[in-house]
């Protein structure tokens, strides 16, 4: 299995992504940073489409953005095909996104999450394994 996982963030979530990836390498992890590389306003399109190509391109494993609501990353992230993009905001919504949705981005709202819950829901993303099932179909469906 590809241990790889893209990241990317704007401004919003600069300080976020460092410390997701800090935990992520300590977990083994081989992370790929695709951008911001400072705190300095930017726009979040340039890192979503980075990370969404990535794992479009199945060059990594899954992937994470961050800013400041996560509707932003999300948004761009879900125009490429075959990626399916989930904002979470709790545990268990990045894990229902896993088990029912097949997600393979998760979204995370930097402005509305303590960075402890970040972390947590970063490893229940990355350790949920999609259920398939009744939910196979209704992915099948996602594509136009």
């Known amino acids: 299995m590809n241990n790889t996982i893209a990241i990317g963030s704007d401004h919003a979530g600069f300080n976020y992504k460092s410390a997701v990836m800090d935990h992520l390498l300590q ?11 400072t705190d300095a306003s930017c726009d979040y399109p340039d890192y979503a489409h980075a990370v969404a190509g990535a794992v479009e391109q199945s060059l990594t494993a ?27 905001w709790e545990k268990e919504i990045a894990s ?8 393979n981005i998760i979204c995370i709202p930097a402005r509305f999450v303590s960075i402890d819950l970040a972390l947590e829901m970063v490893d229940t993303f990355l350790s949920t394994e999609f259920e398939g099932g009744r939910h196979l179909n209704r992915v099948q469906k996602i594509k136009i």
């Open 62 to 88: 899954k992937g994470i953005l961050i800013c400041g609501s996560a509707n932003g990353v999300a948004i761009t992230a879900n125009k490429h095909q075959g990626i399916r993009a989930a904002i979470c």
């Open 96 to 103: 229902l996104a896993r088990r029912h949705n097949d997600a």
């Open 27 to 37: 977990k083994g992890f081989e992370v790929k940073d695709h951008g911001t590389f």
